[in-house]
Nanobody, 118 residues
Framework: QVQLVESGGGLVQAGGSLRLSCSASGSFFRFNVMGWYRQAPGKQRELVATAARGGNTNYADAAKGRFTISRDNARDTVFLQMNSLKPEDTADYYC????????????WGQGTQVTVSS
């Protein structure tokens, strides 16, 4: 059974930093893509950043310049370093992992809450 276990959320003041971690386990296949999405209250889930096994990364405009995604391929772990946090970054952050770039064999974590106070 595939599990994605997230950690690192919490409450931080505007301008602060948080580092999210997500470890995947239980998959027979390696995850080609791992990343993060977020969902704020009353809004749709949206992309934050993804990282492919080969090193390519993709960021939402809101994340560029402030967030950095990285992976430990050997441990199927993905990290999201979030700096210069803003109140509008407040959301539940979900880890995402997929076997193919197209999204086949995709799994989601349970979510970790990030709250940025002004």
């Amino acid at each position: 059974q595939v599990q994605l276990v997230e950690s690192g959320g919490g409450l931080v003041q505007a301008g602060g930093s948080l580092r999210l971690s997500c470890s995947a386990s239980g998959s027979f296949f390696r995850f080609n893509v791992m990343g993060w999405y977020r969902q704020a209250p009353g809004k749709q889930r949206e992309l934050v950043a993804t990282a492919a096994r080969g090193g390519n990364t993709n960021y939402a405009d809101a994340a560029k310049g402030r967030f950095t995604i990285s992976r430990d391929n050997a441990r199927d772990t993905v990290f999201l370093q979030m700096n210069s946090l803003k109140p509008e970054d407040t959301a539940d952050y979900y880890c995402y992992a997929a076997i193919t770039v197209g999204g086949a064999g995709a799994y989601w974590g349970q979510g970790t809450q990030v709250t940025v106070s002004s």
